[in-house]
């Protein structure tokens, strides 16, 4: 005859330890800055959207941003940039014009345009600390 078990024939946790810390592996725990989508800006600068000169050493671009964090930006590109290309970037943002220089990432193709992402190389502390006061400034206006 076959015992049948239960809940209770189940041993007790307490005093159980894990020997590992539980880190979530999601991506926005991976990423050094919060990002602001292209909508989150649309709201705050009441704009449809922000146009990004890219240079490099052979042609200039104009592309849409598509996000921004301190730490750089995701555009739409009408072309390719390979991965590590030196760049130079200039946008306003509202008021404030921000310059740097930066690196091409990563760059896929999306239609018949390119998504490429972007880090900032030497941005100057008063367009990263304005680029960090945006998103404190959508939590805040979420908040109300």
Not at 40 to 60: M, Q, R
Not at 122 to 144: F, M, P, R, V, W
Request: proline content about 3%; hydrophobic content about 40%.
């Amino acid at each position: 005859m076959e015992k049948t078990l239960c809940w209770n024939d189940i041993p007790s946790l307490e005093g159980l330890e894990i020997d590992w810390e539980y880190k979530p592996e999601s991506a926005l725990n991976k990423r050094a800055f919060a990002r602001l989508n292209s909508a989150d800006i649309s709201g705050l600068f009441e704009i449809k959207e922000i146009l990004v000169k890219v240079a490099t050493v052979k042609k200039i671009y104009t592309g849409k941003l598509l996000d921004i964090s301190e730490g750089g930006v995701s555009l739409s590109l009408p072309a390719s940039l390979a991965d590590n290309l030196p760049l130079k970037l200039g946008f306003f943002l509202g008021r404030e014009k921000i310059v740097t220089k930066a690196v091409a990432r990563h760059s896929y193709q999306t239609g018949t345009g390119y998504t490429t992402g972007i880090m900032f190389v030497d941005l100057n502390k008063e367009s990263a600390e304005y680029i960090a006061g945006l998103y404190a400034s959508k939590i805040l206006y979420l908040a109300t």
